[in-house]
Nanobody
């Protein structure tokens, strides 16, 4: 089990930017595929972005709703994954969760075994 701690959430106006961070406790962090999910009030938790484990080249994948606006990246030396969010919209308002899994990149939340507590992102119009 990997311990994950998110940070960087907050309140921002539409069109603004935020960068979320997720610090992981895993000793072999580079072996994990890392993902970001979000959950808005009354809605299901949904996939946002993922980055594959480093040995497969750190491939990235995004939900259509954030493609071109969000960027996921990882720093294996710091055991940290980031989500840079630009051109934020009110519909991006949600609790954002970091998740980790050993193995190939997937986008299904049930395939991620470790989760953080979440960080709130609120985008005002």
């Amino acid at each position: 089990q990997v311990q994950l701690v998110e940070s960087g959430g907050g309140l921002v106006q539409a069109g603004g930017s935020l960068r979320l961070s997720c610090a992981a406790s895993a000793r072999t962090f580079s072996s994990y595929t890392m993902g970001w999910f979000r959950q808005a009030p009354g809605k299901e938790r949904e996939f946002v972005a993922a980055i594959s484990w480093s040995w497969s080249g750190g491939r990235t994948y995004y939900a259509d709703s954030v493609k071109g606006r969000f960027t996921i990246s990882r720093d294996n030396a710091k055991n940290t994954v980031y989500l840079q969010m630009n051109s934020l919209k009110p519909e991006d308002t949600a609790v954002y969760y970091c998740a980790a899994r050993l193995g190939v990149l997937v986008t299904t939340k049930s395939d991620f075994g470790s989760w953080g507590q979440g960080t709130q992102v609120t985008v005002s119009s």
